[in-house]
């Protein structure tokens, strides 16, 4: 393995609007760049070894990735996709036929209900406390609320 390839999926956490990304631009305003990625790395295995323990997915990740990581592995393990579009009964988006193309976005809690997960424990006042102070609330929030987002263009 070469030197420093382990460090490539902390560039993403640099971007993560999460706990993680605001402890990792937090660290790196202070301290130099490398001893960022180790502390989270750090702090990342730190998180990684009781939730998997206990069995318990990472509460603050991003409902997008997390439905397409686990439609690749059903797909995968059965072979089945997800029938999309519509289903018969819901009305349109607000954006039909305007010309713009969104996409919906499930809440944390839907996502982990249709692929059958166990739904995440509530938040520890300790917890909900940290969020506040470091102003990660809204995101926390966020991610347990359905939306639609625009589509990327495929320029």
Not at 116 to 131: R, V
Request: hydrophobic share 35%; glycine share 6%.
């Amino acid at each position: 393995m070469r030197a420093g390839c382990w460090c490539k999926p902390l560039k993403q956490v640099a971007r993560h609007p999460g706990p993680l990304g605001v402890f990792f631009r937090r660290l790196a305003k202070r301290k130099n760049r490398n001893v960022a990625v180790v502390a989270t790395a750090r702090k990342l295995v730190t998180i990684a070894w009781p939730m998997l323990k206990s069995s318990e997915p990472y509460r603050y990740a991003q409902p997008k990735t997390v439905d397409a990581k686990l439609s690749r592995l059903r797909v995968k393990a059965t072979g089945q996709k997800k029938k999309t579009g519509e289903r018969k009964g819901l009305k349109r988006a607000a954006s039909y036929g305007s010309g713009v193309r969104t996409r919906a976005v499930k809440s944390i809690d839907a996502l982990y209900q249709s692929e059958n997960l166990p739904p995440l424990p509530p938040l520890k006042a300790g917890e909900q406390a940290m969020l506040a102070t470091h102003g990660v609330s809204a995101y926390a929030e966020s991610i347990h609320q359905a939306r639609r987002v625009a589509r990327q263009s495929k320029t």
